[in-house]
């Protein structure tokens, strides 16, 4: 990626005015051509992928992992309400079909006690992230599914067979469905949870 040919561009933002009043507006911003970003202001969401494409709506996405005390769930756990689903899923076919890598960042909201009373760890030291970030290369090997956490950021590398997974788990969850994890390993496994009233 780090080969990548730069060149500037122009795209639309939306960026938060005073007092959560949503504003859109056109920035010049140098980027990676391969390049691939979700910007989720509060409960706004701007879809960009080069040179101009973009998708807003609201929604809950949540991403955490339990302390060691939990070992029944290891792993990362993901949940978000049915618009939260929605722009995943939008971002994740998308990523399944790239014949280039790419990179997806999407910011995160807080876990709260609501989200955790599905799995019934509520009592459980929780450690939370504010973002996620999917790098996906169509040369990674179809079960890469990996996980790596930098300070309050999760970046997980995938192959696309792992993207349409994970869109299908996204899937269950907008259907109230969940309870299981996908991942050979423990430490890279990623679990999916519904939301209560999603």
């Avoid at 876990?111 to 169509?138: C, F, G, K, M, Q």
């Avoid at 969940?178 to 009233?197: K, M, N, P, T, V």
Wanted: contains cysteine; charged residues 25%; proline residues 7%.
């Amino acid at each position: 990626m780090e080969s990548a040919r730069r060149e500037e561009v122009g795209f639309i933002r939306l960026s938060m005015g005073k007092r959560g009043a949503g504003r859109a507006v056109v920035r010049p911003l140098s980027i990676t051509v391969e390049r691939f970003e979700v910007f989720r202001c509060r409960s706004q969401v701007t879809w960009i992928r080069p040179p101009t494409s973009i998708l807003e709506m609201a929604g809950l996405i949540c991403l955490w992992q339990y302390g060691e005390r939990a070992r029944a769930y290891p792993g990362f756990h993901l949940s978000a309400d049915q618009p939260g689903c929605d722009q995943l899923l939008a971002l994740l076919v998308t990523l399944a079909k790239t014949r280039t890598p790419q990179i997806a960042n999407v910011a995160l909201d807080p876990v709260t006690p609501a989200v955790l009373a599905i799995p019934s760890e509520r009592d459980t030291a929780v450690n939370a992230y504010r973002h996620w970030e999917l790098i996906v290369d169509p040369r990674f090997p179809p079960e890469r599914l990996h996980f790596a956490v930098i300070r309050d950021r999760v970046r997980t590398e995938l192959s696309p067979v792992q993207v349409e997974s994970i869109a299908g788990g996204v899937q269950d969850i907008r259907e109230r469905r969940g309870d299981y994890a996908i991942g050979e390993e423990d430490d890279h496994q990623l679990w999916f949870w519904w939301q209560d009233g999603a």
